[in-house]
């Protein structure tokens, strides 16, 4: 959700910023703009896509413009104020000579925008930023102080999120940037002879850094970074203590963000899936010695064996993984799991007992309303442990440990492998679960380590359906509503894919549990209603059976995910899509596949931007 991207170097900035705008496309946004330094302060902003943003720089700015070597640009997701030009970042002081871009939000904008107005300040915006840029600069000339000074004391007045970046016609060689609960980290790039750097990159996340460095300092909450030519970068906290960047190297490479000759990033990352979740497995898992292992959880394997309680939260895609776990502890751990809603869960008093544990998970690890809901479990003194796949994101570091998927980064909004990913690390954690609490047979418990190494390649064979799934989506891509319904793992999983046909290709799409269909949603089921059964051969075979029988009595087009092999099925529906066999516990790793595949194909046939679908952002950083 909206993207950051800054350069202070030798080279030219607008180059490097409208690429890197590109680069974090993925996030979502409605508009872009960019502000340049030479000697004076130039900004160009534009409702749409970057490109339209790229034309209008090409067109309107002088050359000495763009030879500027310091500058920023954003991309914005509307939250205050509807998409348009004049709502669009970067935003301008009242005196013209700072400028300033965000992501997050300022909750009480409107009491300081109120002190302001009494002050003689106006607004050309409906957006929270430009009232912090104007905030600042009231700071700024009351209190006499540097920029630097002017946004700590500013800062300490606001209550929100932000990660900005602050530049300034009478500090034309400096950007100061600063976080608290939205990610922002710094590159450091070239270096001259003596080793000091000769430019800096400041980004919502890494892509647009990658090409040019891998020396990268996160910067914490509530600090403020000062950059300024001769290789100087200072950090300091919002309270004033001066801290030490540290700076580490990124692991990810540039090809892992690009389309590799795919159509679109989704697909590029659907089909990625044997491999990440290969990936995830690996080092963890070797079933010839019987071991599993994440090493992210040894500190606190003991708080989760002798939970009371395990408290999974998670929003979207997450969440659905989360689902799935709560089948899967409870089955094979025999341990009491309850799944939340993180956008909830701060919001309804809820009740920790000591001996709690919780799991937040999120792909990006940047997701706010996770965040805020771990602040609160904190507070009530539960031990908090993240599944996420960004290293040193917001999640990873506010939790007390936990474990990395290690897929890679996903740039389509809609998430897939993040999805198997998580799925991949919740199988582990429940399967040694059991093991430690002596909840599972030693033999049934080799046999899954053996199976579960064996998962990749069968993801690989269900990937094999995409042929077969593109036919139907061809049948149904002008369908209004959809019904998903499983038993059981797979309950989740038609979560799953109807999240996924409402995402990237609009079409109206419900999950249910395959028993609560007569309890209501039977209601739907007319001759042009497709449904999409989850039917694998497992304890709940039978009734998902009947439940099938049930919609085609009442002429429901049926589309059912059925076990190789399966014969029973296959004549009475109208379509099926065969996914190799496993054991119940492992089969949603499989059974996700092809809805996938449905919901890209629907999309692409509607014509849909599968990466960036309308109206949403892949990382949610404001509540």
Not at 43 to 53: P, S, T
Request: proline fraction near 4%; charged fraction near 20%.
């Amino acid at each position: 959700m909206c993207g950051i991207v800054a350069y202070l170097g030798q080279a030219e900035a607008c180059a490097i910023i409208l690429k890197g705008l590109k680069r974090l496309e993925y996030r979502g946004y409605d508009s872009a703009g960019v502000a340049l330094m030479t000697d004076q302060l130039s900004v160009y902003k534009k409702q749409g896509k970057v490109a339209e943003l790229e034309a209008l720089v090409a067109q309107t700015a002088p050359a000495a413009t763009l030879r500027a070597t310091i500058g920023m640009g954003h991309t914005r997701w509307a939250t205050h104020g509807e998409p348009n030009d004049v709502n669009a970042h970067p935003h301008y002081s009242s005196d013209g000579k700072l400028a300033i871009i965000h992501n997050g939000i300022i909750e009480n904008y409107l009491a300081i925008k109120q002190e302001l107005a009494n002050h003689g300040h106006i607004f050309a915006s409906q957006t929270d930023t430009e009232v912090l840029v104007h905030f600042i600069e009231h700071v700024q000339k009351t209190n006499q102080c540097s920029l630097e000074e002017a946004v700590r004391l500013a800062l300490n007045k606001v209550v929100g999120a932000y990660a900005i970046v602050v530049m300034s016609v009478d500090t034309p060689e400096q950007l100061v940037a600063a976080r608290k609960s939205s990610p922002l980290v710094i590159g450091v790039g070239q270096r001259d002879g003596a080793g000091q750097p000769t430019e800096f990159f400041l980004a919502s996340d890494a892509t647009p850094i990658i090409e040019y460095t891998k020396d990268v300092v996160y910067l914490n909450d509530q600090e403020i970074a000062v950059i300024k030519r001769g290789g100087v970068l200072e950090v300091k906290t919002t309270a004033d203590v001066p801290t030490t960047p540290f700076i580490q190297q990124l692991d990810l490479e540039l090809a892992a963000i690009e389309k590799g000759g795919y159509d679109s990033f989704m697909l590029k990352e659907i089909f990625e899936q044997p491999q990440s979740v290969r990936d995830c497995l690996r080092g963890r898992l070797i079933p010839e010695r019987g071991h599993l292992a994440l090493g992210g959880l040894v500190k606190h394997l003991d708080d989760l064996l002798n939970a009371q309680r395990i408290i999974i939260l998670g929003c979207g895609t997450s969440w659905h993984a989360g689902l799935v776990a709560e089948y899967l502890i409870e089955e094979l751990a025999r341990i009491p799991v309850e799944v939340e809603y993180a956008s909830e869960f701060r919001y309804r008093n809820p009740i920790i007992h000591p001996g709690d544990v919780v799991v937040a998970i999120s792909q990006s690890g940047e997701t706010a309303d996770t965040l805020a809901a771990i602040e609160l479990a904190k507070q009530q003194g539960a031990v908090v442990l993240g599944v996420c796949n960004v290293v040193g994101s917001s999640i990873a570091r506010a939790s007390h440990e936990g474990a990395y998927t290690h897929a890679g980064p996903e740039i389509g909004v809609a998430s897939t492998k993040a999805f198997t990913a998580q799925l991949t690390v919740l199988t582990m954690l429940a399967l040694i679960l059991a093991q430690r609490r002596g909840t599972i047979a030693p033999a049934l418990y080799r046999e899954l380590l053996f199976e579960l190494a064996e998962i990749p390649e069968k993801i690989g064979r269900a990937l094999q359906t995409n042929p077969l799934v593109k036919q139907i989506a061809e049948r149904f891509k002008h369908a209004r509503n959809c019904l998903y319904l499983g038993r059981g793992f797979h309950f989740p999983v038609a979560l799953e894919g109807a999240l996924k046909l409402k995402e990237i290709s609009y079409v109206h799409a419900e999950g249910y549990p395959a028993a609560e269909m007569k309890h209501g949603p039977i209601a739907l089921i007319d001759e042009e209603m497709p449904v999409v059964f989850v039917a694998i051969k497992d304890q709940s075979y039978e009734k998902i059976v009947s439940n099938i029988q049930e919609v085609k009595a009442r002429k429901g087009q049926v589309i059912a995910v059925v076990t190789e092999g399966d014969t029973l099925i296959g004549p009475m529906v109208d379509y099926v899509v065969e996914v190799p066999a496993s054991y119940d516990v492992l089969t949603p790793l499989l059974t996700v596949i092809p809805l996938q595949l449905l919901a890209y194909h629907m999309a692409v046939l509607r014509g849909c931007n599968v990466d960036q679908p309308r109206n949403l952002a892949k990382s949610v950083t404001v509540e």
